[in-house]
């Protein structure tokens, strides 16, 4: 079975090649299907911000990493008692990554992204099939198209950011980095009531597209005084949320600064692993009783994912379109970033909505 992996470790934006980290489509085995599964024909996979981590070795070193965890499909086989949650040979459907197993111990306390079994049906779905658990398995609503579907992971991820802001509706928001889950976040954040809803993004492109999609103001980090406009905006009083989904460490520097007295950080992306954020106790956490939260993966978000995503504008993370024979194309148009966000069609299917 045709399957998108990492094939040599390194950094896919590497200048030099030889040391440059490759994707390429290898050959794995199709998936068990246990008596509890569901197999999907794989529609679209979108690739993540994160897979390039993948490739740096982030989860271990050992090549080939089967990738893609954003996907859509139909569903094409089920196991014999995979039949609690309704689902159909022919549903279309999207889905987690991740299984919970529901048993252990964080589990049964609620505490599901700590499952300590997380990780034994997370399956490569950048390929023709994956095989997922049925308590993995979403079926999308009507008005959803395949290619749209493919969103409803990352889509969980801002929704699982809305809920760790605690916003209350007419709060102050401001989400640094445009990049996909920014702007998923953006249109979260929107519709859940927030107000002066601002970008922090310093590429342009990425600005006006966050404008489009419902920011009332932008902010450009590295020509304006982003402290001065975060002051301007809010009228002295900071943001009482603030998201940060860049990821970076350059971004991340003065972003406790805009928040407001009493306000939420959510730091909501992957950081490099070296990176200690200095904290002054006496300022942020004392003087200013800041909340400083994160997000790891997003259970329980995925039904409220699915209500949300025939509301959101996703038009623009879902144009470019490369076939799974081209992998390689569609990640050098990700590293590029010409792209907000680049989907790799893994099969033809027919989208019957
Ligand atoms: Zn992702
Ligand atoms: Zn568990």
Redesign the pocket.
Known sequence: MRTVAVTKIGSLRDPDESTRGRIGVVDFPEQPLGPEDVRIRVAYA?I????PHLAEGFFGTDVPIGLG??ISGIIEALGDRAHRNGLKVGDRVAGN?LRFCGTCRPCREGKQQFCEHIQDYNRPGMAETVTWHESQVYRLPDEVSLLKGCLL??TS?AVRMADKTRLAVGDRVVICGGGP?GQLALQVMKCHGATSLTMIEPIADRREMARRHGAEHVIDPLGEDQQARADEITDGCGYDVVIDASGSPHAVRGLLDVAAKGGTVVYGAMYPETFEMPLNLSDYLYRKELTLTGVFVSPYAFPRALQILPRLDLDELTQAVFPLDDAVGAFAAHVSGTYPKVVIRCNEVEDTR
């Open positions: 979108a993540c911000g994160s897979d965890h954003e990554f992971e990352p991820v889950i």
